[in-house]
């Protein structure tokens, strides 16, 4: 089935550094996703992008659309404590309703 | 608007049993998407409904099914349980005629015993 690589697989960082995550996909996607997961609950939302080269801000958190349509990057800008989590790409083919997700970037931050 | 409710929160359920598990979408969305998250696997799609039909399908076996209701809430269901099926199962919603994105609920953790 389709696969998106997410990388890193986790992250250690001190806090107020920057912090970059990128999916890689074999298939062409026409919505990428961002979520965030804390443990015990659901994804949540963070960002969405529908165009190629779509340039994305939420606060702290940026996102890109590649131009191939085949790859996504989060940055998050002055990580904070609360930025800790697992942080999940979706990408969702054209004229498909499901998302296909990456294994995650687990993020921990260090005060 | 309220979110996307999943009930039960947790579940216990023993090998061969049945389960069902409900999910209310956020009103005014029509498709509730069902995912199966475990640690290995990760998130994995099981099937869509919009408008009381599935209208897309993952790769589970037939022991998975779901239906929805004319107020959009949607069922899922999961017969002859195995030790395999322990995982968190998400359900999501989405408008479909203006946007794609996705909001998760926050899961029903089952454990087959």
């Known amino acids: 089935g389709q696969q998106l690589n997410q990388s890193p697989q986790s992250m250690f960082i001190q806090e107020g550094e920057d912090v970059s995550m990128n999916c890689t996909s074999s298939?062409?996607?026409?919505?990428w996703l961002w979520y965030k997961q804390d443990p015990g609950e659901g994804p949540v939302l963070l960002i969405a992008l529908y165009k190629a080269g779509e340039l994305t801000s939420n606060g702290r958190l940026t996102a890109q659309f590649g131009i191939t349509r085949k790859d996504s990057f989060l940055n998050i800008s002055a990580s904070i404590p609360s930025d800790v989590g697992i942080y999940f790409c979706a990408g969702q083919l054209a004229g498909q309703g499901n998302l296909i997700f990456g294994k995650g970037t687990k993020l921990s931050v260090k005060p | 608007k309220a979110g996307v409710t999943q009930t039960p929160r947790y579940l216990i359920k023993t090998r061969g049993q049945q389960v069902t598990l409900s999910c209310s979408p956020i009103s005014g969305h029509r498709s509730v998407s069902w995912y199966q998250q475990t640690p290995g696997q990760g998130l994995q799609f099981l099937f869509e409904?919009?408008?009381?039909?599935?209208?897309n399908k993952g790769n589970f076996p037939g022991r998975f099914s779901g239906r929805q209701f004319s107020n959009s809430r949607s069922e899922m269901n999961v017969s002859t349980l195995e030790l395999g099926d322990s995982a968190l199962y998400l359900c999501?919603?989405?408008?479909?005629?203006?946007?794609?994105?996705?909001?998760f609920g926050p899961g029903t953790r089952l454990t087959v015993l």
């Open positions: 298939s062409i996607f026409n919505t």
């Open positions: 409904y919009f408008s009381e039909t599935q209208r």
């Open positions: 999501a919603s989405r408008q479909v005629e203006l946007y794609n994105e996705q909001f």
